[in-house]
């Protein structure tokens, strides 16, 4: 079915060390994010692309590294985990440009750094 | 993006309507009215959106005041698969490209 895909479903990584969460789309979608939710909290807005070659920064990039090397696939870098990254990892994907688009949305990725 | 307040939680029960609100009084001309609601374990779906005037789809019904400082999700029969967190975002569909911006949303439990 298409949709947005997401792996791992769950890590548990150690302080320090590096992963990458993968985010893939079949909808041919320009526009690609990364959020994150804390417990009790609303999706916090990491990194976004609006195209192959094109990232921004979004509310809390600071941890976390991107890159958009082709439409499908929106990979997210953790560059050494922490603590304060244990969450759960949601990625978006939608049509870009003006007018209106809907998102949709991977079923996460729990992750727990200890 | 312009910001707007929800109430924290909200209770229905069952087979009644349940009425949403969302208020945004600093809401601009290009900005859409967008609502998401998120099940339990799982990611953001997408409801309904608005600009000026009343929509609704075969999930809810979406009430938008006249000046647009305010909005109203309804559900006309609630389920216990409603039972959700509820987000109400504005968005800038005419300008394109800008994030999707979440804040707390309701939490909406429905009471068998």
């Known amino acids: 079915n298409a949709g947005v895909t997401q792996t791992p479903k769950f890590q548990v990584l150690k302080t320090g060390q590096s992963m990458t969460l993968q985010c893939a789309q079949d909808?041919?979608?320009?526009?690609m994010s990364w959020y994150r939710q804390d417990p009790g909290m609303g999706l916090r807005l990491i990194h976004y692309?609006?195209?192959?070659?094109?990232?921004d920064q979004g509310e809390v990039p600071n941890g976390y590294n991107v890159s958009r090397s082709t439409t499908e696939d929106f990979p997210l870098r953790l560059l050494s985990a922490a603590p304060s990254q244990t969450s759960v990892y949601f990625c978006?994907?939608?049509?870009?440009?003006?007018?209106?688009?809907?998102?949709?949305f991977g079923s996460g990725t729990r992750l727990t750094v200890v | 993006d312009a910001k707007t307040t929800q109430p924290n939680s909200m209770e229905s029960n069952e087979e009644e309507p349940v009425h949403l609100p969302c208020n945004h009084s600093t809401i601009s001309g290009t900005d859409y009215i967008h609502w998401y609601r998120q099940l339990p374990s799982q990611g953001p779906e997408y409801v309904i959106h608005?600009?000026?005037s009343n929509v609704n789809n075969r999930m809810a019904s979406l009430a938008i005041a006249e000046d647009r400082k305010s909005s109203t999700l309804i559900l006309h029969r609630a389920t216990l698969r409603d039972a959700a967190v509820y987000y109400c975002i504005l968005r800038d569909d005419i300008s394109g490209n800008t994030p999707l911006v979440f804040g707390k949303g309701t939490r909406l439990s429905v009471i068998a």
């Open positions: 909808m041919n979608h320009e526009y």
């Open positions: 692309s609006v195209g192959a070659g094109i990232t």
């Open positions: 608005g600009l000026t």
């Open positions: 978006a994907s939608s049509y870009s440009g003006t007018g209106f688009y809907r998102y949709t």
